[in-house]
């Protein structure tokens, strides 16, 4: 139970405004029941010696039997209790039923507080002086007293309660927002940025609870700007081991590629020098090697292509295209490789001249390599469709070639480098796997939406050049 109350600032400041408020009541009763009657007794006595002064101060103006009278009547209507004597002590009668003797005491017994107090007077009949004894009656005192302990039970029961709501009304008062102010302190100490409500107190719980929810605010800008610079931090490192493992399969890749001609060159000019079997055939075997050393020099423009647009240096040149144009001038330098391929291109590209801004050789180099892989992966007599077409969004451009399906799981890899679905990677059956990956890197810089996907019967490679990179020239 102590355990409890310690550690409950609320139930200790009801514990300790209830026993204050009950000692005071218990105070303010008995200074009460001591000193009010008393009080009043001094003021019961004051009042009578008032009015028998004022009495007797006249009796000098009266005869005896007036005086007598005159006592009467103050006896009658005071409640008092008078003795009168003579000179010598002789007690005389004025005709009073509650006028006391030497028993007065006894008589009295229900006073537990009393006055006596004597005066002396001579009547203007009479050489001889007169004393007068007065009795003050306590019996109303002693009634107030006798009421107060009557009523203590329900003076104890209303003190109790009225001490037991005002000590609950003190102890939400004051300890609920020291509380709620202690919780919100332990939430910031836990980093866990709850809102505190403000109630509009103006005290210092007020300012503190002000300044909490002010410090909570500030800690919780502070922490979602670290949280934010920390994942932004995150990020750049798994750039960074991104492009690191990139580079490395990149470099790998490149290595695999530029190995298996070298050798294949190599052993080609070995045979070559010494005369080794066919290898006499020089104008032969010489004919294979430049092929090699040729493919070998479009392999390796394409990596410096690849490097270059990757680097972080480099900025394309946008300028104003017309990309009907372009793509004719592409489409124009593919003719007889697709003659040779058997393949026919079937060209669609408008009437209107279209207009876009981008970098103009990187976009050629871009259709130059799509074009080139439905050339090379299409069935041997067989339709290529190329077309170019103003939509109300967007100006859209696709190739159309008839091949076999690419796998579905294998079309997003087909834009990572050195990706080919011919696993023994023959230059003869295919390229070098680096075309669309250039392709991916120079829409991506433009920042167009493009896709490759199965159709029937075929594959179609689409790109959609949004209408707000069209140019507004009147051509």
């Known amino acids: ?80 209790m008078i003795k009168l004597t003579d000179d010598k002590g002789n007690e005389i009668d004025f005709g009073s039923d509650i006028q006391f003797d030497s028993d007065y005491a006894d008589q009295n017994h229900l006073m537990k507080e009393y006055t006596e107090k004597g005066y002396t007077f001579k009547p203007k009949d009479s050489n001889k002086n007169y004393f007068m004894y007065i009795v003050g009656n306590g019996q109303r005192v002693n009634l107030f007293r006798d009421t107060l302990q009557d009523v203590i039970p329900y003076l104890a029961i209303i003190v109790v309660v009225i001490s037991f709501v005002v000590s609950l009304l003190c102890s939400r008062f004051i300890s609920n927002p020291v509380i709620k102010i202690s919780q919100t302190a332990k939430n910031l100490a836990d980093l866990k940025f709850v809102s505190l409500n403000r109630t509009g107190r ?66 080609q000019l070995l045979g070559m020098i010494h005369n080794v079997g066919g290898y006499k055939d020089h104008n032969k075997y010489l004919n294979r090697a430049l092929a090699i050393v040729q493919d070998m020099e479009s392999l390796v423009v394409e990596i410096m292509s690849s490097a270059k647009i990757h680097s972080d240096s480099f900025v394309p040149q946008k300028q104003e295209i017309e990309l009907k144009r372009m793509v004719s001038d592409v489409i124009n330098e593919y003719e007889d490789i697709a003659m040779s391929k058997e393949v026919f291109l079937q060209i669609n590209l408008g009437e209107e001249d279209i207009y876009v801004l981008g970098d103009d050789s990187l976009l050629r180099i871009a259709i130059s390599n799509i074009l080139s892989n439905a050339i090379r992966y299409s069935i041997p007599e067989t339709d290529i469709f190329v077309c170019l077409q103003m939509k109300k969004q967007y100006i859209l451009f696709y190739i159309i070639n008839q091949c076999e399906n690419i796998p579905e799981s294998e079309i997003d890899r087909m834009f990572l480098p050195f990706t080919r679905l011919e696993e023994s990677r023959n230059r003869a059956t295919g390229g070098s796997g680096l075309g669309l990956y250039l392709v991916k890197m120079i829409l991506d810089m433009h920042g167009v939406q493009y896709k490759l996907y199965n ?21």
């Open 1 to 80: 139970m102590i355990r409890f109350v310690k550690r409950h600032l609320n139930v200790k400041v009801f514990i300790i405004t209830l026993f204050i408020q009950i000692l005071i009541g218990v105070v303010t009763y008995t200074f009460i029941s001591i000193v009010t009657p008393k009080t009043y007794l001094d003021k019961i006595n004051q009042t009578t010696d008032a009015l028998v002064q004022s009495a007797i101060n006249r009796f000098s103006e009266l005869n005896l039997a007036e005086c007598k009278q005159r006592l009467l009547e103050l006896v009658m209507g005071n409640n008092l």
């Open 202 to 267: 103006q005290d210092e719980i007020g300012i503190i609870e002000e300044s909490l929810c002010e410090l909570s605010e500030h800690l919780s800008h502070a922490l979602n700007e670290l949280q934010n610079k920390n994942n932004e931090l995150k990020q750049e490192v798994e750039n960074v081991k991104r492009m690191e493992r990139q580079q490395f399969s990149f470099f790998s890749a490149v290595s695999h590629e530029l190995k298996t001609p070298i050798t294949a060159l190599k052993g």
């Open 455 to 475: 159709i029937p019967k075929g594959v179609k490679f689409e790109i959609h050049f949004d209408l707000d990179h069209k140019s507004d020239s009147s051509h």
